[in-house]
């Protein structure tokens, strides 16, 4: 549980005391379960009535387009999963062996009547994310493929880090081929830029 505390430090200090506090909380009201690469989580067609947080793995996020996977976003170690409503067309499943965390909405509820901080966490990384998203939806449209590679570079270097290079270009909206082109310029411009 204490990926969950470390989540909430990310955006509130809290005394030992909370730490406890969330910590009790989240392990009355989680549910830890292990999954394999692979696994879906959540199948496209049916709607989440649960909570979800990574507590080990990262997470995609898909749906289908005119029959081609589509990919909406990617959630890592330590974050809860917030997917748009209605959800119901979206599938979730595992880019790697993962310990994934969940709970009735109820719960969830419950505890954030219990902490109120906490909600002010989620709602600080809910925010966040969102903006996140809107900047990256804004420059999706508009810009280059080196571009689009600079800014995940700059602003989430962990999606570089941890998700598969197929998956990296369906998110930016490029080929494979073309993310590759791009990672070489990009190294290239690196080295230039160091000397």
Not at 61 to 67: I, Q, R
Not at 83 to 89: A, E, G, N, V
Not at 146 to 152: A, I
């Amino acid at each position: 549980m204490k990926a969950m505390v470390d989540f909430a430090e990310k955006y509130v200090q809290l005394t030992d005391d909370e730490k406890e506090l969330l910590t009790r909380l989240a392990q009355s009201s989680w549910q830890v379960r292990t999954f394999k690469k692979g696994q879906v989580i959540k199948p496209a067609q049916s709607p989440m009535s649960d909570a979800l947080f990574v507590f080990e793995g990262v997470l995609c996020v898909s749906f289908l387009h005119n029959d081609e996977m589509m990919i909406s976003e990617f959630f890592f170690s330590g974050e809860p999963v917030i997917l748009p409503q209605p959800d119901s067309h979206l599938e979730v499943f595992c880019l790697q062996d993962a310990k994934i965390g969940r709970s009735l909405t109820d719960d969830v509820e419950n505890q954030l009547q219990t902490f109120p901080r906490f909600e002010r966490v989620c709602r600080l990384f809910a925010e966040d994310r969102l903006n996140q998203r809107s900047r990256f939806s804004d420059m999706l449209k508009s810009s280059s493929p080196l571009e689009k590679y600079e800014f995940v570079f700059t602003h989430r270097r962990h999606l570089i880090e941890q998700v598969p290079h197929r998956l990296l270009a369906r998110y930016l909206g490029i080929t494979p081929e073309t993310l590759s082109r791009v990672r070489r310029q990009f190294a290239k411009v690196e080295i230039d830029l160091n000397q």
